[in-house]
C-alpha cells in the first residue's frame, strides 16, 4: 500500500515517460495539475487480485485499468506459468471478453502479450460469457485463461479475471504467486508488447456447439417442456454476451415463446438502459418485468454483462411480477435438481452439493431431506470449484451456488454460469405447469417444509482510499469489540473466518474452522439469525448478509410471515446504526 504523496507523486511522474503513449501523458499530467484527488486514487496502489480477479475504474494509473496494467499483470501471469509448466511446450491458454467498452482492446493487449512470450492462444473471435471461457480451457486442456470483464459492475469498471487449467478462476497460492511476479515487473519495458500472430487462433462457434451440447444434456424434464414448451418467458441480456448463448439454449431445451427485450439486446458497454447492469439491483429487470406484464409472461430472466448471474423475476399467487433475491432462485434450483435426481432414481449416496458461508442456510436442509453431501466454501466461486476439485475422484457435484445470483449445474464449467441456470430455471417452471402450479408454488412447498428463511444484502460503499481505510476500522472495531446483543437477542456464537476460530459464548469454548483465511466475521443470534461481514474483494464495499428464519404454517401466511422477517432484518441493521 502507497502512504504518502511523494510516493505518489513519483509513481505518477513514471507514466510521463516515453514509454507511455500520448493519450496516458497527458491524462496523467492533468491529474497532477488539478485534480490531486484522482492522482491519488489512481496511483496509491497496484490493482490486486481479490475474489474476482483484477478489476477497477479504467483510465491512466496503476490503480486503474488500462493497457498498461492490463499488459503488465499478464506478463506477470505468462511468466508464472512458464515457471509452473516448465515442460510443456507451448503453453496454451484461452482468452474472451465481455460487452464492455475496451473488452475487446484489453483482450488483443492479453493475446499479444501471451503469444510474444511463446504461448498458444485460443481468442474468441466475439464477446463470450465467462462460463464458456471455462469450457474452453478445460476443452483445450490449456494451462490457463483470461476473461476480460467487470462482471455487473458500473460502465467505469473493466475487470480480468485469470483461470488455472482446471477452468476455476486461481485461487491461492497461484493468484499470491501471480500478484508476486507483477510486482516484479518494474516498468512496461519489462512487457513483451509485440504478439506473434502465428500463435493466436480464433475460435467461436464450434466451441459454442460443445458447450451448449453439455448444458442441454443436464436436462431433467424434457417431456415436461414439450407440454409446456409455450411457456411465456422474457430474457435480456442487459447489453452484454448473454444474447450469444441464452436464447439459443433455451431454444434447444424446446421453449418456443421467448421474447428478449429488444431495447436491452444490443451489445454495449454503455447500458444505456439502466444505471448499472447488475440482475441484483432491482431496477435493471424493470423493462423485463414491464415486458412480462404487457405479454402476461410467465417468467423474467436477466444476465449480467459476462453472463455468469441470473436474476428472475415470476408471478406470485396474485399475478403479480415478483423479483426473487438470489438465495430464493438457489433454493429453487437446488431443490428442483435433487428432486428430479431422485425421482429419477440418480441418487447414488455419492452425491454432493457446495454454498459459500454467507448463502442460505436453507440448502443445507434441501441436502439433508435428499440424504446428498453438503460442503460449505468461502464466499467467491471460485473456492466452490475447489472443493469441485478436490472432490471429482470420488464424488459427484450435482450443483453450486451463492447468494450473488450465481449457480453452477455440472462439472464441465468451473464457474458460475448463468447460461445453464437459465435453462434450468425455465425448466423447473415448465416442470411446475406440468403439475398446474408456478415457481413461486415452488417456493411455498418448499419454506412449508424447511421453515420461511428470508436474506438481505445491505453493501455499503466507501470509495478510494479514505474509504479502504474506512473499511478496515469497521471491520476491526467489530472484531474487537463485538456486541453483546443484536436487536434484543444475544449474540451466542462468533465466526472469524480471518482468525479461523468459532467461539461458542454460551459454553465458553472455541474451535478452528477448517477453510482458508478471509476477511469476514459473523455473529450468530441466540433466535438464530445470522449477520455476516466481509469487506469486497473487488469492490469499494463492505457487505452485511442477514439471514432470519421463522416456521411458515400455511401458505395463506405467506406475506405476513414475509413481513415479520423483514421487520426483524430491519431491527438489526437499525441495532447495527447501519441506517
Known sequence: MINTDAEITRRAQGWLSENFDEETRQAVASMMASNPSELIDSFYRDLEFGTGGLRGIMGAGTNRMNKYTVGMATQGLAN????????????????????????????????????????????????RPTPELSF??????????????????PKEYNGYKAYWDDGAQMIAPHDENVIREVKM??????????????????????????????????????????????????YTPLHGCGRTLV???????????????????TADGNFPTVHSPNPEEHEALNMGIHLAEELQADLVMSTDPDADRVGIAIRNNRGKMILLNGNQTAALLFYYILTRWSERKKLTGREYIVSTIVTTRLLSEIARKFGVDYFESLTGFKFIADVIRKHETDQIFIIGGEES????IGDFVRDKDAVSSCAMIAEAAAWMADRGKTLFDLLQEIYLVFGFYKETLLSVTKKGKTGAEE?????????????????????????????????????????????PISNVLQFILEDGSII??????????????????????????????????DRKISGIITALNLK
Open 80 to 127: 508464472y506459468l512458464k515457471r509452473m509448466f516448465p515442460l510443456i511446450q507451448p503453453v496454451s491458454v484461452v482468452v474472451a471478453h465481455d460487452s464492455r467498452n475496451n473488452s475487446s482492446f484489453f483482450a488483443e493487449i492479453v493475446a499479444q502479450v501471451f503469444s510474444a512470450n511463446g504461448f498458444r492462444v485460443y481468442l474468441f473471435e466475439g464477446l
Open 136 to 153: 474452453a480451457i478445460r476443452h483445450f486442456g490449456c494451462q490457463s485463461g483470461v476473461m476480460i470483464t467487470a462482471s455487473h459492475n
Open 185 to 234: 515487473i518494474t516498468s512496461v519495458e519489462d512487457v513483451l508488447w509485440k504478439g506473434n500472430p502465428e500463435l493466436v487462433i480464433p475460435i467461436g462457434s464450434e466451441i459454442d456447439c460443445l458447450y451448449l451440447d453439455q448444458i442441454a444434456a443436464l436436462s431433467l424434464s424434457p417431456d415436461a417442456i414439450q407440454r409446456n414448451k409455450n411457456l411465456k418467458i422474457v
Open 247 to 265: 436464447p439459443e439454449i433455451l431454444k434447444r431445451f424446446g421453449f418456443e415463446n421467448v421474447t428478449i427485450v429488444s431495447e436491452q439486446a
Open 405 to 408: 445470483y450465481g449457480y453452477l
Open 471 to 515: 473499511i478496515q476500522r469497521m471491520m476491526f472495531d467489530y472484531r474487537n469489540h463485538p456486541p453483546d446483543t443484536i436487536n434484543n437477542s444475544k449474540v451466542v456464537c462468533i465466526k472469524d473466518y480471518q482468525e479461523l476460530i468459532e467461539r461458542d459464548i454460551l459454553k465458553g469454548t472455541t474451535k478452528k474452522i477448517d477453510l
Open 532 to 565: 455476516s461481514m466481509r469487506p469486497s474483494g473487488t469492490e469499494p464495499k463492505i457487505k452485511f448478509y442477514f439471514g432470519v428464519r421463522q416456521n411458515l404454517q400455511s401458505s395463506g401466511e405467506f406475506e405476513i410471515t414475509e413481513e415479520r422477517l
